[in-house]
């Protein structure tokens, strides 16, 4: 899906990552530490960081990912955008300087996210962008609502089933307008792997969708 880039095009696209990379920065150290601020004060501190956490997911990363395809003909800035970040997110953690409202020390699974969101954005666009995007929504937005729903049922980080209902309600409409059954099928499988964590489900619940999907592309 590489589409030869003019001058205008550059210019235009420029403008664009630079955009979503001050909207990234606002979410990230405005809206995501008033959230922790307003959770923490009614149901604690680790509370707050994990709310802080959902408002990322789903105004940075989700967000941005649904605006790529519209906005940009080549995967290269929102790649660079995505390296930028992971590198702002994986800092704190090697020089203990965390940015308190999101960040914990035992848990870099931020890193994980802009990780996985700049090689989906990357290989998804060789074949399909949507193929990259969609996992993303999965990661950001369906995982974003299992936590919101957690948070507010336990106040706490938990993997209570009833946060993966949550994530599939979203998650199978979102499926089903892109992939139809296939994508049902993606948006059901990752909302169970998401459940258990014998890997970061930032890079879990992504690669089982993007695994299911693939299929459409080489069966």
Known sequence: MYTEWTTTNIFNETIYASILLIWVVFVVNILAKKGYEWIKTYRGERAGIYFARKIIHFLAGGL????????FQSPLLP??????????????H????????????????????????????FIGWIIDVWLGVIPIIFM??????TGIIRNLRYSRRTKAWIGNLAMAVLCIPIGFVTYKWLGVIA????????????IDDNISVPTSSFIILLTKYII
């Open 94 to 121: 090697k020089t203990n300087r965390l940015m308190y409202w999101f960040q914990v020390p035992d848990n870099i699974a931020e890193v994980y996210f802009t990780i996985m969101w700049g090689i989906l954005i």
């Open 64 to 71: 941005v990912a649904l605006l790529v395809p519209y906005l």
């Open 79 to 92: 790649v660079i955008m995505a390296s930028i970040l992971t590198i702002v997110v994986y800092i704190p």
């Open 140 to 145: 950001a937005w369906g995982d974003g609502i």
């Open 187 to 198: 948006a059901i499988i990752s909302s169970i792997v998401e459940h258990y964590e014998f």
